[in-house]
């Protein structure tokens, strides 16, 4: 088989590496790669959203199957455009990638069939927006509707706060149209938990749990970024959480979707929160996590491949899979000044000292034959071991052998109970 990665960032790495490990594959191409997948894959210099010329190239190609990981072209319309050319594809129809492309259409869905969430409001003027602020408590939770690069949501302590995030998001276009409509949220309290799951619009098979340190500095301080480390299996999801999110969330999710007409197939992304009141959605995402994936592909035993091609023929039921009896983390190394501004182009050293640790790339293009960097967030350090003590000591085992000008790292992945 000849399979297609759009995407270039850890995830895609991820995705590239698990199905490089497949004995149906015969060549891998990734548009637009970066310096890692390039040891794996032929990197093609195409953008993630150029839809056409994506098409044409598999097209030309010949390409037996296309997987899409960024949410972009999803939500864009990419698997579509790659049917409609009889190209199988993996992923969300952009009419279920909406999911979320949409935060008030993934609001609305969870409204109507019941399914556990924090109470909201959509509004598209600011002084609606504020006035109602007014009449609720802090914290409070902004969230610009529609794709922001993980940024666009912000939690107001205060009515300043929450009038500055209302003027830049629906006034200021800070987001551009992803902001033109927000979503005001009631601020929920508790840890939180990732859980991924394959689906192909009937079945629905979760892979293991996993959790994100979203913020750039120990102790869970600075400002948010795209992820700055995962870990997995959470501490706090055992089999009684994961048959309640089964049962209240998973399956409700996909039967609400296909009574929608939207049907959803690919990996459906389950951010979720446990309150007091028991478990309940923060957000979807229509795609793999990143940097979850890190943590997750490493577990997985079953082909990657097969299961791509069970959900895109809606065969999932027929098929068994199996997960690792063990735990992985992945740091993240990152760029002095991430995630606001930083410098690309510094050499990464070390690479080759970190024995038979994965470390995955985000941010890295070749110079000259050297690695070097690229990105905000450049590498993800990734170990697995038999329990997260294990894998979180090998991965920061890996970390201390690797450097460049400027970088930064939390020193804190997997350490504490939640995030």
């Known amino acids: 088989m000849k399979i297609l990665v759009v995407g270039g960032g850890g995830r895609e790495h991820a995705i590239v590496w698990k199905i490089a490990q497949s004995?149906?594959?015969?060549?891998?191409y990734c548009a637009p790669g970066n310096g890692g997948i390039a040891e794996l894959a032929e990197c093609v210099d195409i953008g993630a959203t150029d839809i056409e010329n994506m098409v044409k190239f598999a097209k030309e190609k010949a390409v037996d199957l296309v997987m899409v990981a960024p949410d972009d072209p999803l939500v864009l319309g990419m698997v579509d455009a790659m049917e409609k050319e009889g190209i199988r594809a993996f992923g969300p129809r952009a009419n279920a990638a909406i999911i979320e492309g949409s935060k008030a259409f993934s609001?609305?869905?969870m409204k109507k069939y019941n399914i556990p969430t924090a109470?909201?409001?959509v509004f598209t003027d600011s002084a609606s927006a504020i006035e109602y602020i007014k009449k609720g408590t802090f914290p409070t939770v902004i969230k610009a509707d529609g794709l922001a690069l993980g940024k666009g949501v912000i939690i107001?302590?205060?009515?300043?706060?929450a009038e500055q995030a209302v003027h830049e998001m629906i006034d200021d276009g800070k987001f551009g149209k992803s902001g033109s409509r927000v979503v005001i949220e009631e601020f929920l309290t508790g840890p939180e938990v990732s859980v991924l799951a394959f689906t192909d619009g009937k079945t629905v098979k979760p892979m293991v749990s996993a959790q994100d340190h979203k913020r750039a500095y120990d102790n869970d301080e600075g400002l948010?970024?795209?992820?700055?480390?995962t870990f997995s299996p959470s501490r706090l999801y055992d089999d009684a959480k994961a048959a309640e999110c089964m049962e209240n969330i998973f399956l409700p999710t996909i039967k609400a979707m296909s009574a929608e007409g939207r049907p959803f197939k690919g990996v459906l992304y389950f951010g979720l929160m446990m309150t007091a009141n028991g478990v309940k959605v923060i957000e979807y995402n229509c795609r793999f996590g990143d940097p979850e994936t890190q943590v997750v592909l490493p577990r997985l035993k079953t082909d990657l491949v097969e299961i791509m091609e069970a959900v895109i023929d809606e065969r999932l039921d027929e098929i068994e899979i199996e997960w690792e009896d063990n735990a992985a983390?992945?740091?993240v190394m990152a760029s002095g000044g991430y995630p606001v501004s930083y410098k690309k182009g510094y050499e990464i050293t070390g690479l080759d000292n970190v024995g038979d640790l994965t470390v995955f790339h985000a941010g890295t293009a070749i110079k000259d034959g050297?690695?070097?960097t690229n990105g905000g967030r450049v590498l993800g350090v990734t170990a697995v071991g038999n329990d997260l003590d294990e894998a979180i000591k090998n991965a920061y085992a890996g970390v201390s052998k690797i450097s460049w000008t400027d970088e930064f790292h939390r020193s804190d992945i997997g350490i504490k109970k939640y995030n």
């Open 23 to 28: 004995p149906k594959v015969d060549k891998i």
């Open 107 to 109: 609001k609305e869905l």
């Open 119 to 121: 109470g909201y409001e």
């Open 156 to 161: 107001a302590q205060n009515l300043e706060e």
């Open 224 to 229: 948010n970024t795209g992820g700055m480390g």
């Open 329 to 331: 983390v992945c740091v």
């Open 370 to 372: 050297k690695i070097v």
